[in-house]
């Protein structure tokens, strides 16, 4: 660390809290970057946990955005990443799928990218959908609910990229993907296998993507974040640099193994 507390590129402390680990995970909104704002030190702290020789991998339950836009976005942000840095819940929905499946889709391009990409087929008639896979839409329209729920009535599989309730707004908080699968799952009487955190789908293909080991998750929000990586037996750092306060750790449940002002502290010295 220099004396402005931010870490300085090749600047290897001993005994570093990341250390010991060989997967880091990096959840993205809230942790390296707000909105489109960088996080100080960001970039640095990812490029030495590199140099450690530690696998990084981005995770995000952003469907809308396809690989390469969120690693132009990070680039932006000043952290260096590739697509291949990056997994989306989207991708992983798609993998959930096998090739030629026949999908009803409400979601953006991110999500339409990843299942045509996985050799999925995108189809509009009810009658025709293997499966329906929602992922967050701001163009959603009443139609597209009545289509999916004669989908869903007619057997077609039910997949949600993440259920995340609320999607965070410059105006606040507006309805988030869970909203819509909720709606979904009330008009349909079923329940979706979801992709994304806290759900496993795609914190295990992150993983995967580190070749394993030991991983630790870095996150903002403790019902998506920390409570999938728990689920996993995996540690967790805590971030204060997104959605959650200091005021509401106490009452967490399960507690982080760590909690961090913000990814800086990652190469802060291993409490003993
Ligand atoms: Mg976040």
Known sequence: M?????????????????????????DIDGVVRVGSQPIAGAGETVAAVRDRGIATAFVTNNASSTPAEMAGKLEAV???????????????????????????????TGIHEALTQRGCAVVTDPQDADAVVVAFDRGLVWDDLRRA???????????????????PSPEGLW???GS?????????GRTAEVAGKPHAPLLLAAAQR??????????DRHETDIVGAAALGWD????????????????????????????????RPSPA
């Open 210 to 219: 580190c070749n394993g080991g030991r991983v630790l998750f870095v996150g």
């Open 236 to 267: 967790s750092a805590l971030v204060l640099s997104g959605v959650t306060r200091p005021v509401d750790i106490p009452s967490l449940d399960p507690q982080p193994t760590f909690v961090l002002d913000s990814v800086v502290g990652l190469l």
């Open 180 to 188: 819509v699968v909720a709606a979904l799952e009330r008009s349909s």
């Open 149 to 167: 729920t004669l989908a869903l009535h007619n057997g077609a599989r039910f997949l949600a990229t993440n259920d995340d309730a609320t999607f």
């Open 175 to 177: 309805p988030g993907n």
């Open 78 to 108: 000043g952290v260096a990443a590739t697509p291949s840095d990056i997994v989306t819940s989207a991708l992983v929905a798609a993998e959930m799928l096998d090739p030629g499946v026949r999908c009803l889709v409400i979601g953006m």
């Open 2 to 26: 220099n004396s402005s507390g931010t870490p300085g590129r090749g600047a290897v402390s001993v005994g570093a809290l990341v250390d010991g680990y060989d997967c880091v995970l990096f």
